[in-house]
């Protein structure tokens, strides 16, 4: 993911959306893990590229995943 967010920062993007990585059933790391992990590395972005283009991320979840939307807050 950071890594991506990187390469929409090179490219000049203003905005990238995400699914939720990892937490299919094959994969199966818990939901909450990888909501706090992707908030921390669009943080961790944040504040070190203070100059970027990027302006929005997007995270698209299911709804039954709604209560995962106040893990980072």
Same mark, same amino acid.
Not at 10 to 18: E, P, Q, T
Not at 28 to 44: D, H, T
């Given at each position: 993911? &950071? #890594?991506?967010?990187?390469?929409?920062?090179?490219?000049?993007?203003?905005?990238?959306?995400?699914?939720?990585?990892? !937490? @299919?059933?094959?994969?199966?790391?818990? &939901? #909450?893990?990888?909501?706090r992990?992707?908030?921390?590395?669009?943080?961790?972005?944040?504040?070190?590229?203070?100059? !970027? @283009?990027?302006?929005?991320?997007?995270?698209v979840?299911?709804?039954?995943?709604?209560?995962?939307?106040?893990?980072?807050?």
């Amino acid at each position: 993911m &950071r #890594e991506c967010l990187r390469k929409t920062d090179r490219h000049s993007l203003k905005s990238v959306a995400f699914l939720p990585l990892g !937490t @299919s059933k094959e994969l199966g790391y818990p &939901r #909450e893990l990888v909501a706090r992990l992707m908030y921390a590395a669009v943080v961790e972005f944040d504040q070190g590229y203070t100059k !970027t @283009s990027l302006k929005e991320v997007t995270f698209v979840i299911n709804r039954k995943d709604a209560d995962l939307i106040k893990v980072g807050f």
